[in-house]
């Protein structure tokens, strides 16, 4: 049997989104076009900005500093000449907040001058800096009704912790930067999200850094901290077996060649990119097919451009709690070091970026990306026998693959309650354990992806499949099932709430056909579908309207990448991918995004408890029609590798 390879890109969040050759490459002047800002770039923003705003006499914090998306066409002009032939112009583009205002600053990194820099008056503010986040949750534990309170509550002061939840937005016409600072037990166990101290409402304006509304509403039980370690250190016995230890060797190296952040494997080549708010980003994948003598065009860019938790429970203790974990706390901000041997195996490659400070200084993050392969699947496999002048016939060959994983934590609820018969009310969520609740919520990612099948111009086509009942009496069946397949003209029509009938979606190029005159296309073959069960007026919603459907299709603009809208915290739902698809423009034969929207609802469950195992769903993006056949069928098999106690 042929053995089965698969590349995995991996990044580690402390929101805990999961991303998937030892050898570390440390970022250096940029290499290509789409690479991330280097230190020397951010540090060269944080000189100009600071230039013109000097902090002596200005209040500044920096809330993005990225890539300015560069223009497409010139990119992809870039990317079929020799390095070099082709200019692209370097800028950054920056988020700050300078004396309570939001400024958007675009700057030339090689002209080392401002482009643009307009104050924003929408609604909505930028992503949260972990250093003002900081800043708040220290206010608790120095304000005298809240030390009345925890005393209240015969709780030791020392042995509590906050954190920082942002907002929402329900209806107000105006808002001002605050955030809800919760807080928790540490005592016994570094799990403090489960021990909940509730009945206090905290709010602190972010801009004054101080507590502006304060109501302590009752005291209920904190739920105790038994059961709740979950550091196997920390563990006692008895435990469960012992697994056998498992080891992979690559005799040749690894089959993946890293330059910078460009990405080499088998007959395919990508670019990663890393947003401090998409985290990893790949750009410029392509596939070399052997029949045509050239690389083909599959995906220009794709990421996470959202992710939508909306809590179940519209009590006052949690109603809030609506995130938007991209928009208001950044992916790439929340990024934390991958493990060697644990988070990726011994044979990953790692790539290194730079994230930045809220006063602008580059940071470094070891160890961000891995890039690996791994044993995955039998690509294909056929076996028939008695065949004439051929005899026993078996084959199979390897798997090719792209794998994301995602996970969560759970949120707890403190409660009265100790055992399931004594609940007599809805309490929004399941007992996970004595005095604990864990709400449910969901989670709703949404996958920016435009793809450019071989070529730029592309449509998307609906195919659904109709059951035809026979009454002719020409077949002794009585049912059949066929295919009509329609393209989508506007944005509109590409609108699709998966699984209320059976269809294919797929993108194809009509300026670009097989040898028998089908279109070549990608088709789309989607995770077990979830849609939103809240109501459309209510204001989470409002605000993540983007998952209304599971399906959209827009025209390419390159400001247009963030689902839920530019500045989310707080925002009122006026600058997302449902109010833009209103304009109902044009997508046939055009450069087009897909946005796919994966969800998951979630019913916790007490195996949650106190930490929550890996919680996956996965999509698949699949060639139709791409290639003349089976584009494997000449693919070689790895050598059988000796190894000491494997059998021949």
């Known amino acids: 049997m042929g053995s089965t390879m698969k590349l995995a890109l991996f990044s580690v969040l402390t929101t805990l989104l999961s991303f998937q050759a030892v050898l570390s490459i440390t970022p250096l002047h940029y290499q290509h076009p789409l690479d991330p800002l280097t230190q020397q770039e951010i540090t060269l923003v944080r000189t100009i900005v600071l230039t013109k705003y000097r902090a002596s006499k200005n209040k500044l914090a920096f809330h993005y500093i990225g890539l300015d998306d560069p223009d497409k066409a010139s990119i992809l002009k ?22 309570s205002q939001t400024h958007e600053i675009v700057i030339d990194l090689r002209a080392t001058h401002i482009l643009s820099d307009n104050i924003y008056k929408g609604h909505g503010f930028p992503i949260l800096s972990f250093e003002e986040q ?152 392509s596939i070399y097919d052997l029949e045509k003598h050239k690389s083909r065009r599959v995906l220009y860019k794709g990421y996470i451009s959202e992710l939508f938790v909306p809590y179940q429970d519209p009590s006052e203790e949690f109603y809030f709690k609506t995130f938007f974990d991209a928009g208001e706390f950044g992916f790439g901000l929340s990024t934390v070091s991958l493990v060697p041997n644990r988070d990726c195996p011994p044979h990953a490659q790692f790539i290194d970026v730079y994230i930045h400070d809220d006063d602008g200084t580059p940071s470094l993050l070891e160890k961000a990306i891995c890039v690996f392969e791994q044993y995955g699947n039998i ?65 709703f990612y949404i996958y920016y992806l435009d793809l450019d099948i071989d070529g730029v111009d592309n449509s998307f086509e609906k195919t659904n499949l109709k059951t035809v009942r026979i009454t002719d009496g020409s077949s002794k069946r009585k049912s059949y099932w066929t295919t009509e397949t329609k393209t989508a003209k506007t944005e509109s029509d590409a609108k699709i709430t998966i699984g209320l009938s059976p269809s294919e979606l797929t993108v194809v190029n009509p300026n670009k056909k097989t040898s028998i005159g089908n279109d070549v296309g990608y088709r789309l073959i989607p995770a077990i579908p979830v849609h939103p069960l809240l109501t459309e007026d209510d204001y989470p919603q409002i605000r993540g309207a983007f998952t209304n459907y599971n399906v959209w299709v827009t025209p390419y603009n390159r400001t247009q990448k963030w689902a ?19 304009k109902n423009r044009n997508i046939m034969n055009k450069d087009i995004v897909l ?17 929550m195992p890996l919680l996956s769903t996965a999509f698949e993006l699949r060639p139709t029609n791409f290639f003349e056949r089976n584009p494997v069928l000449k693919t070689l098999s790895p050598y059988d590798v000796t190894w000491p106690g494997c059998p021949k």
């Open 78 to 99: 870039w990317e079929s000449t020799k390095p070099g032939a082709v200019t692209i112009p370097r800028k950054a583009f920056v988020i700050a907040i300078i004396n």
């Open 134 to 285: 900081d800043a708040a949750i220290e206010l608790p534990l120095k304000y005298p009704p809240f030390i009345e309170s925890v005393n209240k509550r015969g709780l030791n002061l020392s042995e509590v912790v906050c954190s920082t939840f942002t907002m929402g937005w329900f209806g107000e016409e105006k808002s001002s930067r605050t955030v809800r600072v919760d807080c928790f037990m540490k005592e016994t166990t570094p799990n403090i999200y489960v021990r909940p101290i509730s009945g206090i409402t905290i709010v602190v304006d972010l801009q004054k850094m101080k507590i502006v509304e304060y109501r302590d509403r009752g005291i209920e039980p904190v739920p105790t901290a038994e059961n709740t370690e979950y550091r196997f250190s920390h563990q006692k016995p008895p435990f469960g077996p012992r697994q056998h230890s498992l080891a992979t060797h690559q005799p040749q190296g690894p089959g993946v060649q890293i330059n910078g952040h460009s990405i080499s494997w088998a007959n395919w080549k990508f670019h990663i990119g890393f947003d401090v708010r998409a985290g990893v980003v790949i750009s410029l994948a």
């Open 379 to 443: 690509m294909w496999r056929h076996t028939e026998t008695d065949i004439p002048n051929v005899g026993h016939l078996e084959e199979s060959r390897n798997e090719v693959n792209l794998v994301i994983a995602l996970s969560g934590i759970l949120e707890i609820k403190g409660t009265d309650v100790k055992h399931k018969n004594e609940i007599k009310e809805d309490l929004y969520g399941s007992l996970v354990s004595a005095n604990s609740i864990g709400i449910y919520h969901d989670h």
């Open 564 to 582: 839920g809208g530019l500045h989310v915290d707080q925002s009122h739902g006026d600058d997302t991918l449902a109010v833009w698809t209103k």
């Open 595 to 611: 946005w796919y929207v994966v969800g998951i609802h979630h019913v916790p469950a007490q195996e949650d408890f106190p930490i």
